[in-house]
């Protein structure tokens, strides 16, 4: 599974102000087919809700159950073009061409399929950057089949984790709510089912982002009907934001990215923590779970000779004793990224950290390694297109480009 993925040189504090992202509006009424906010993607329609959608038909003269159907065709149907539209009036399909409306998708650049089952899909954004998105199938011997989504937030990421690759590639700008909903859409055509669950963990830091997350996170849970305890949302920590995030309320996990036990050590492995201690992140913690209910879930990528020796694990156990209650450790042996000086740890030492952390009332669960031969696994995702946009030599290029099948 593809976790968050941080790096590059900008300060934690001016990467928080920088780059909000621009919403999608609501659709006003007016006496003419409806002008939404002046935004460049304030006229796409996936990430609009189905209230949303049946009054702009009404705003285009139409009867409001053509809403529904539209509703319908951009979420079950997973029309990409507005000439899709089949069941819709041409006169309606004319004039959301004329007023400038668009479906919002992304063409597929490349999709690279794992031994395991394991899907990572480029998809093509309109600026001609690339971002990466993960399809994970699991299957239960004792219940119904998982496909998980693990699913981008921003185009690079600007924070500088030391163990991943995204950074390496550079950061280029926030996601829109659309880029973010698009990419569970990609995956559910790609397996042809149904997604069960959606992890924020892709490519990007979600809390830097979290307007776009939090109407994604609407959208995927209100129209595209997933649950919102099968969504988690991962941040490796940026001030103010688990605070915010703990008002909406939200039923779905927060997963919190620790990788070191002490603020000494994190500030080698996360650079970030310099303006957002170790201590005042885990009293957010704490306060997110009183104020929401919800228990913190803790990340935690094992280094070898860095941070997973048995002593990290009791300072880890202690720490979360004295800021949490009822905590669950997940466990991330390293996968290896290019010019990385990180090692995977062996077997016995992941066992013994597991272990230390069990004897000391911690629950804790070790990651299943998916995707590694794809670059597809934790802290793997990274492509050359994030900073620099794909070139294009012609629009018959441009459709080379969507369906092939080759590894990243």
Known sequence: M????????????????????????SV???????????????RVLIGL?????????????????????????????????IQDFSHLPQAFRDGLRDA??????SPVHRVATAADGTVKIL??????????????PVEIEKGPDRLTACVSSQVGCPLRCAFCATGKGGFSRNLQPHEIVDQVLAIEEIFQRRVTNVVFMGMGEPMLNLKSVLEAHRCLNK????????????????????????????????????HAPNQELREKIVPSAKAYPL???????????????????YEYTLLAG????????EQLAALLHEFSRGSHVNLIPFNPIEDSEFRRPYKKAILAFAAALEKKRVTVSVRQTRGLDASAACGQLRNEFQKKPLVLESSSAAQDTQFSLSPS
């Not at 959608?53 to 809403?67: C, E, I, P």
């Not at 005042?280 to 913190?296: I, P, Q, S």
């Open 306 to 313: 860095v941070n997973d020796g048995v002593e990290h694990a």
């Open 279 to 297: 201590e005042a992140l885990m009293v957010d913690c704490r306060d997110y779970f009183r104020e929401t209910g919800r228990r913190v879930s």
């Open 49 to 81: 809700s189905e209230p949303d959608l049946r009054k702009l038909a009404t705003d285009f003269g139409q009867q409001s159950y053509r809403g529904k159907q539209l509703h319908d065709l951009l979420y079950k149907t997973k029309a990409k073009e």
């Open 123 to 136: 998809l093509m954004l309109e600026d001609n950057r690339v971002v990466e998105t993960v399809g994970i």
């Open 223 to 258: 129209d595209i009907e997933i649950g919102q305890r099968m969504m988690t949302i991962s941040t490796v920590g940026v001030p103010n934001t688990i605070k915010t995030l703990a008002s909406h309320k939200l039923q779905s996990t927060l997963a919190v990215s620790l």
């Open 28 to 42: 006003v009424s007016t006496s003419a087919p409806a002008k939404r906010s002046t935004g460049e993607n304030s």
């Open 100 to 105: 400038g409306f668009r479906v919002g998708r």
């Open 2 to 25: 593809a976790t968050v993925q941080h790096v590059y040189s900008a300060p934690l504090a001016r990467a928080v102000r920088s780059r909000a992202a621009l919403s999608i509006s």
